[in-house]
């Protein structure tokens, strides 16, 4: 069956270092997306792709960046973890974002101490 | 201005009866989606239902109905016959055309099924 998984689940890293979380996602979507979600803020956009090698910055995108070398991943790289960037992440794709909904991955939990 | 609020951030119900979460949106792009999603606590996001700007109908997906009030720009969940699963965190999302169709998230609702 198709799907999307994260990796890791859980990652506790120190301020000041370089953090890649993964996303592989076996639907084929040329759409996907990296979200993180804080208490009372629901879910935010870091970025975004619609293909490869597009990238496209969210909502929340500082200290963030994404690179799209083929269709099935988008890895989400902190270039230099900050303790405000403690938060669950979650990846997403979709075929179409118009007229399909998101299917999300399981998320991954990272603390920056 | 929020694109999405949701202002109840903790509801309980009894087991079996009806609950409906309030969803209210900002948006004047005529086309538009609304979605829910339902986080359990193992933290997963699982698709509820949609509703499309241009839908005559109101979306039902068994037990769960929205409530979209086009003029009033609201979009609430209803739950009927509530069971003790559907304690969750319940979030609203909208995506709109003229802005690439990215989803916009409220901040949730806490429910939490009394037996």
């Known amino acids: 069956d198709a799907e999307i998984t994260q990796s890791p689940r859980h990652k506790i890293t120190e301020t000041g270092r370089q953090v890649t979380l993964a996303c592989h996602q076996t639907?084929?979507?040329?759409?996907m997306f990296w979200y993180r979600q804080d208490l009372g803020h629901g879910l935010r956009l870091i970025h975004y792709?619609?293909?490869?090698?597009?990238?496209n910055k969210g909502e929340v995108s500082d200290g963030y960046s994404v690179s799209r070398s083929n269709t099935e991943d988008l890895p989400l790289t902190l270039e230099s973890a900050a303790s405000s960037q403690t938060s669950v992440y979650f990846c997403a794709s979709s075929p179409d974002p118009a007229n399909y909904g998101y299917t999300f991955g399981s998320g991954t939990r990272l603390t920056v101490v | 201005a929020q694109k999405i609020t949701q202002t109840q951030p903790g509801m309980f119900v009894q087991e079996k009866e009806a609950v409906t979460l309030d969803c209210t949106y900002d948006t004047s792009d005529p086309s538009y989606g609304l979605f829910w999603y339902k986080q359990p606590s193992s933290g997963e996001m699982i698709f509820l239902i949609y509703q499309g700007s241009y839908d005559q109908q109101n979306a039902t997906e068994g037990r769960y109905s929205l409530n979209f009030q086009k003029a009033r720009k609201s979009a609430n969940l209803v739950i009927s016959a509530s069971q003790l699963g559907d304690s969750a965190m319940y979030f609203c999302?909208?995506?709109?055309?003229?802005?690439?169709?990215?989803?916009?998230f409220g901040g949730g609702t806490r429910l939490m099924v009394k037996p």
């Open positions: 792709s619609y293909g490869v090698q597009d990238t």
């Open positions: 639907w084929n979507h040329n759409n």
């Open positions: 999302a909208m995506r709109e055309a003229n802005a690439g169709n990215m989803l916009t």
